[in-house]
């Protein structure tokens, strides 16, 4: 029988944002995990990237993005951009870093 949770990741003030993981499970299913989506708006102009990096632990944060967990570089749009990450597994500690790239 499957159950349906829902799960509220929690960010770092970096990644200021609600993000609400919705998955279903069974005893004999693997973790739950569901897609990370991040959306940046109010940039002050379509120009660059926004780098979006996501950590599942306090090392290398935010000095050594090769410590990232994932690690998305996204174009900007009417002055916003959206980063989505690979399936993340429910209740995994989250920690965002944003950077503008040109």
Same mark, same amino acid.
């Given at each position: 029988?499957?159950?349906?949770?829902?799960?509220? %990741?929690?960010?770092?003030?970096?990644?200021?944002?609600? %993000?609400?993981?919705?998955?279903?499970?069974?005893?004999?299913?693997?973790?739950? $995990?569901?897609? %990370?989506?991040?959306?940046?708006?109010? %940039?002050?102009?379509?120009?660059?990237?926004?780098?979006?990096?996501?950590?599942?632990?306090?090392?290398?944060?935010?000095?050594?993005?090769?410590?990232?967990?994932?690690?998305?570089?996204? $174009?900007?749009?009417?002055?916003?951009?959206?980063? $989505?990450?690979?399936?993340?597994?429910?209740?995994?500690? $989250?920690?965002?870093?944003?950077?503008?790239?040109?």
């Amino acid at each position: 029988m499957n159950t349906t949770h829902s799960t509220l %990741l929690r960010l770092s003030p970096f990644g200021a944002a609600a %993000l609400v993981l919705v998955t279903s499970a069974s005893l004999a299913d693997p973790p739950p $995990a569901a897609v %990370l989506t991040v959306r940046v708006s109010q %940039l002050r102009s379509n120009d660059g990237l926004v780098g979006c990096s996501l950590y599942s632990s306090p090392r290398g944060f935010p000095t050594d993005s090769s410590a990232a967990l994932q690690r998305r570089w996204c $174009a900007i749009k009417d002055k916003a951009s959206t980063c $989505a990450f690979d399936p993340v597994p429910a209740g995994s500690p $989250a920690t965002l870093d944003l950077r503008m790239g040109y």
